[in-house]
Nanobody, 124 residues
């Protein structure tokens, strides 16, 4: 059973940086796409970035492209989201997700496995 455990969230001032981690276990991820989503209070879950585990092909939402970077360490089975120049509107629960790379990585339905989420709060 695939398990995803996020860490690294917290409270940061506007303009600051955070790096989120997602430890993945319970599977061979070579055929997976991994992603970060976020959900702010009262808003729909939003795809932030995705990466194919084997080839490392990334896609990042236009809204955060200049500030967020997705990466993975295959040896550690860990997914990362580096966030810089954080804004109050980045405040949300951030989720790590995993799914088949053969499906559309832009769709939440692609992702069969989800972490529990980690809170990121950016103060102004």
């Amino acid at each position: 059973q695939v398990q995803l455990v996020e860490s690294g969230g917290g409270l940061v001032q506007a303009g600051g940086s955070l790096t989120l981690s997602c430890a993945a276990s319970g599977g061979s991820f070579s055929t997976y796409v991994m992603a970060w989503f976020r959900q702010a209070p009262g808003k729909e879950r939003e795809l932030i970035a995705s990466i194919t585990w084997s080839a490392g092909i990334t896609s990042v939402a236009d809204s955060v492209k200049e500030r967020f970077t997705i990466s993975r360490d295959s040896a550690k089975n860990t997914l990362y989201l580096q966030m810089s120049s954080l804004k109050p509107e980045d405040t949300a629960v951030y989720y790590c997700a995993a799914g088949s790379r053969y499906w559309d990585p832009r769709r939440a339905a692609t992702y069969a496995y989800w972490g529990q989420g980690t809170q990121v709060t950016v103060s102004s």
